[in-house]
């Protein structure tokens, strides 16, 4: 199966490759435009940017693929009321993760209760047929500093349940098997018929 991958976060691409091997993705490719996403939700943003990419594929006449897969995901953070949530990606994005992370972690109140969550939403817009969404969540808690090199983003600093080390410290296959994004992509294996 051929999927085509929108999204300009290299990061994911990598995990997605990890994460279901037997889908041939391509690359969102890299003279294309900026894939758009307005939404308040994780799920309207995973499927603006899945059906823009499948418009725009189409209008270009480029080779078919069997479905257009996008993903839109982010830390929610209890103290700050959920935040940056659908926001990630932009929260403070002037500066590098390695200033980010230490900033958003500065923004919690002493004292106050330091649970969070990764949530991913993923949007398959099927070449013909109706676009869907999967989704998939991990519980946790923020490190009181960043810890770790393994990952992307926000994972220096966040510690799934049931463990002590951040997502930063942990292998990438035990992050897969717990993670927002595996959760989510264990979900879309059955309506891909994998
Ligand atoms: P695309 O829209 O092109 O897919 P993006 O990075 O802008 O790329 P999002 O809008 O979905 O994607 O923002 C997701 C952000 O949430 C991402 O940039 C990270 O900051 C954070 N994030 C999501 N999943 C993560 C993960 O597994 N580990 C660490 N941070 C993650």
């Known amino acids: 199966m051929k999927l085509l991958l929108a999204t300009r976060n290299a ?4 995990e997605f490759h990890e994460l279901l091997p037997s889908i041939d993705f391509i690359p969102w490719p890299s003279d294309a435009p900026e894939i758009p996403e307005s939404g ?18 189409k209008a270009q006449g480029l080779p078919p693929v069997d479905g257009f897969l ?12 959920g935040g940056p949530g659908v ?5 403070a994005n002037h500066l590098s993760y ?11 109140p002493a004292g106050a209760p330091r649970s969070a969550r990764f949530v991913c939403v993923l949007a398959l817009a099927p070449t013909a047929g109706e676009p869907f969404t999967v989704g998939g ?6 490190a009181t500093e960043p810890r770790g090199q393994s990952g992307f983003g926000y994972d220096p600093i966040f510690i799934p349940e049931g463990y002590d080390r951040t997502f930063g410290e942990l292998e990438s ?7 927002h ?8 294996k059955a309506p891909l018929g994998l």
Request: net charge negative; with cysteine.
């Open 87 to 91: 926001l990630s990606a932009r929260f």
């Open 173 to 179: 296959a035990v992050k897969h098997q717990l993670s």
């Open 98 to 108: 390695a200033e980010k992370n230490p900033l958003l972690l500065s923004m919690v």
């Open 137 to 142: 969540a991990v519980e946790g808690s923020l």
């Open 40 to 57: 308040a939700f994780f799920q309207d943003n995973a499927l603006q940017k899945a059906t823009y990419a499948r418009d725009w594929w």
């Open 11 to 14: 990061h994911k691409v990598e």
């Open 70 to 81: 996008a993903d839109d995901s982010g830390i929610c953070v209890d103290a700050l009321w």
């Open 181 to 188: 994004r595996g959760r989510a992509a264990e979900a879309l």
